[in-house]
């Protein structure tokens, strides 16, 4: 099960990407843009996510994802670390994530990280 340390690990190693506290808690940011948040006691995490696929993570899934109240109106989705396979199921999530924050001249000059997929 990943855990406060690996959400660090992984979203720190994304290109651009700075920790910063904010609201009493960590959050990251892709060239100074927030992508992740780190609330509930480091248990969950808070991402951004489109909100026509938050509803429908939240449907398929409402062990893993749930939307907070106050996040409602925004397109950010919560994940419970502790629903979560593995690392890599995190790690796609938190890229997936930097994907929606991050300029288009880190998207296009780290191809490898993929684009949002846009309809």
């Given at each position: 099960m990943p855990d406060a340390e690996d959400?660090?690990?992984?979203a720190l190693s994304l290109p651009d990407t700075t920790e910063k506290i904010a609201w009493s808690m960590p959050t990251f940011r892709v060239?100074?843009?927030m992508f992740?948040?780190?609330?509930e006691e480091e248990t969950s995490i808070a991402v951004r996510c489109p909100k026509e696929e938050r509803d429908e993570l939240v449907l398929a899934e409402p062990e893993k994802f749930w939307i907070a109240d106050h996040e409602a109106a925004f397109a950010w989705v919560r994940v419970r670390l502790s629903a979560?396979?593995?690392t890599d199921e995190l790690r796609d999530i938190l890229a997936d994530s930097w994907r929606q924050a991050a300029p288009t001249r880190l998207l296009e000059s780290h191809p490898h990280l993929g684009r949002?997929?846009?309809?």
């Open positions: 959400v660090r690990t992984i060239a100074g843009k992740a948040t780190l609330p979560l396979e593995d949002p997929a846009t309809d």
